[in-house]
Nanobody, 125 residues
Framework: QVQLVESGGGPVQPGGSLRLSCAVS????????MGWYRQAPGNQRDLVAD???????NYVDSVKGRFTISRDNAKNTVDLQMNGLKPEDTAVYYC???????????????????WGQGTQVTVSS
């Protein structure tokens, strides 16, 4: 199975920066698109940014120019550098990863779509 563990959230003042990290672990798996989503109270979970295995990135308009997503394919990690944070960026941030894992039971490939546990980002003065 594949597991995701996030780190790096916390409180920050408006205009400040935070870096979120997500590490993917497991056995016999591949990683395709990795992404960061966020969910504010009362809202649905929305895409913030994602990155394909060959490095193509996609951002929601509200974070363009402020956030940068990156990945290390050797370490199976994806990071989100957040600069110029605003109060409206306050949310729980979730890491997501998609790919294929090979079953220990039958050796066959199965697609997966996994989420991390979420990390709180609070932007407030």
């Amino acid at each position: 199975q594949v597991q995701l563990v996030e780190s790096g959230g916390g409180p920050v003042q408006p205009g400040g920066s935070l870096r979120l990290s997500c590490a993917v672990s497991g056995s016999r798996f591949t990683l395709n698109t990795m992404g960061w989503y966020r969910q504010a109270p009362g809202n649905q979970r929305d895409l913030v940014a994602d990155i394909t295995s060959d490095g193509n990135t996609n951002y929601v308009d509200s974070v363009k120019g402020r956030f940068t997503i990156s990945r290390d394919n050797a370490k199976n990690t994806v990071d989100l550098q957040m600069n110029g944070l605003k109060p409206e960026d306050t949310a729980v941030y979730y890491c997501n990863a998609e790919g294929v894992y090979y079953s220990d039971y039958d050796g066959r490939p199965y697609e997966y779509d996994r989420w991390g546990q979420g990390t709180q980002v609070t932007v407030s003065s």
